[in-house]
Every structure is written in structure tokens, then in C-alpha cells.
């Protein structure tokens, strides 16, 4: 399944900006390969950020939750093979573990689920102050 290793975590204050990587040793798997970032509250399940379709007949499409529409941004760097997620606007809301996780071929299910994924980074700490 290929392996995730994430980076760019750290400490912030509010109203900040963090800019989180996933490297991902399968990148060029293009066919089939998407990539999503999740986090975990303190306290809270895992649940899904956002989403990038690097291959299949959505390539290049993007899907984010409610609560950070707006605010993040995921793009895929063909270059350096890695998906990144731009978080700015940051609040102490946003505090957690931000991992993130591949699949090969189509959801099965909604994007934002974890069991949809079969591979997941280690996660990196995100923490922001106010």
C-alpha cells in the first residue's frame, strides 16, 4: 500500500497558518490513488479534513469538511510526490493529530470515513494557542 510520512506540525497562535506535508511513496500509483488528511481532537474520533483524488476519472478533485471549508486547502506537489494541506485561520479548535492516509481505487463509502483508507501516516501534532 505504499508508505505516508507526514510533517509540518508545530505550535501556532490563533489566527495562524500552517502548512502540513504527506509524502507518499506511492504517489505515482496515479490511477487510482487518493489521498485525505484526518485529525484527532483531544477527546474525539478521528474524522476527515479533506481529500484529493490524485488519479481515476476524478483527478484533481478535492473535497473538504464543513468545519474547515475555506480555511485549508489540499494540493498535491507532482514534484516533491507529497499532498499538502495549507491551514490558515487556525483556532485552538484546531488542536490535534493531523495524519494522513491513502487509498487505492474508487470509495466505497463517504471519503471522510477511516475505514475507507488502507494506509495512514504516523500523524504530526498540531497545537495552536489563543
Known amino acids: 500500500q505504499g508508505q505516508l510520512e507526514e510533517s509540518g506540525g508545530g505550535s501556532v497562535q490563533a489566527g495562524g497558518s500552517l502548512r502540513l506535508s504527506c509524502k507518499d511513496s506511492r504517489f505515482y500509483d496515479r490511477n487510482t490513488r487518493r489521498i485525505a488528511w484526518f485529525r484527532e481532537l483531544p477527546g474525539k474520533e478521528r474524522e476527515g479534513v479533506a481529500v484529493?483524488?490524485?488519479?481515476?476519472?476524478?483527478?484533481?478533485?478535492?473535497d473538504y469538511a464543513d468545519y474547515v471549508q475555506g480555511r485549508f486547502a489540499i494540493s498535491q506537489d507532482a514534484i516533491d510526490k507529497s499532498v499538502n494541506l495549507l491551514m490558515t485561520n487556525l483556532s485552538p479548535q484546531d488542536t490535534g493529530t493531523y495524519y494522513c492516509?491513502?487509498?487505492?481505487?474508487?470509495?466505497?463509502?463517504?471519503?471522510?470515513?477511516?475505514?475507507?483508507?488502507?494506509?495512514w501516516g504516523q500523524g504530526t501534532q498540531v497545537t495552536v494557542s489563543s
Open positions: 492516509a491513502a487509498r487505492l481505487g474508487r470509495f466505497s463509502g463517504a471519503w471522510y470515513r477511516p475505514d475507507q483508507y488502507s494506509s
Open positions: 484529493i483524488h490524485i488519479g481515476g476519472e476524478n483527478v484533481g478533485r478535492t
